[in-house]
């Protein structure tokens, strides 16, 4: 992807303070600025990807803050000029970079909740259902859940793992996250993996996988004994 030029960053930002059509192209462009993701610091970076959306939506919805807040007269700034273009720029990566920090840590808060204290954050919207359900039959079923993911009977977590790590499958990763209380950190110094690596696989594979086992529990428990009710 393309990095935008400074002075048609200017543009557009001096346009979304106009426009909201031009605010929501100003906040898929942040992706195209490297300094962000470059000054964001490795320790976000694993969580960059899952909290770029929510960042975008603040972008957009909250772009006629950022003249306010850093005392930019938007309207004397000629975009034309480098000077401008740049302090322009500087200004609004700084304020972006504050804003993704904070929807990281949201990202990160959420990815280490212990699975000894597993709610509906883990059951994906198609699971609605289970939210109508009686407590006590929430929480058998979040306790066959946890047991199954422990059991893993068909290996579905067992034999997920990123490409040379064998040993980093997502078995060994809910045991060490959820029952050892360890952080990704850790775990990724004692199985000699990248953090960010390590980060990336569980929630671009694991936590499908989870979901998936959660649905296919529910459907099984539930939807076909209600099924059969009705017949």
């Given at each position: 992807?393309?990095?935008i ?7 557009l ?9 031009a605010a929501?192209t100003?906040?898929?462009?942040i992706?195209?600025?490297?300094e ?7 320790g976000w ?7 770029l959306?929510k960042?975008?939506?603040?972008i ?11 005392g930019l ?7 034309k000029?480098p000077g ?7 200004y ?13 840590y949201?990202v990160k ?5 212990s ?5 509906m954050?883990?059951?994906p919207?198609f699971?609605d259902?289970?939210k109508?359900?009686e407590a006590?039959?929430?929480?058998l079923?979040?306790?066959s ?17 990123p490409?040379?790590?064998p040993d ?11 029952f050892?209380n360890?952080?990704?950190q ?7 993996i ?12 694991c936590?499908?996988i ?5 649905k ?9 004994e209600t099924?059969?009710?009705e017949?």
């Amino acid at each position: 992807m393309e990095q935008i030029p400074d002075r048609l960053l200017c543009q557009l930002i001096k346009e979304a303070l106009q426009d909201s059509q031009a605010a929501e192209t100003l906040a898929y462009v942040i992706d195209q600025i490297p300094e962000v993701k470059a000054r964001l610091g490795e320790g976000w970076l694993p969580y960059y990807d899952e909290a770029l959306p929510k960042t975008m939506k603040d972008i957009r919805k909250n772009i006629n803050r950022f003249p306010q807040k850093h005392g930019l007269d938007m309207e004397s700034l000629d975009c034309k000029n480098p000077g401008d273009a740049d302090k322009v720029k500087k200004y609004f990566i700084y304020w972006v970079i504050m804003i993704l920090k904070r929807d990281c840590y949201d990202v990160k808060r959420r990815s280490n909740k212990s699975i000894l204290e597993l709610d509906m954050d883990l059951i994906p919207s198609f699971l609605d259902p289970l939210k109508l359900l009686e407590a006590e039959e929430k929480r058998l079923f979040l306790n066959s859940f946890k047991c199954y993911i422990q059991e893993d009977p068909k290996n579905e977590l067992q034999n997920s793992y990123p490409r040379n790590y064998p040993d980093c499958n997502c078995k060994t990763l809910i045991k060490k996250l959820y029952f050892d209380n360890k952080k990704f950190q850790d775990i990724a110094s004692e199985l000699e993996i990248r953090d960010q690596t390590l980060h990336s696989y569980w929630r671009r594979n694991c936590l499908p996988i989870l979901r998936q086992i959660a649905k296919r529990l529910y459907e099984i428990n539930y939807l076909v004994e209600t099924g059969n009710k009705e017949q």
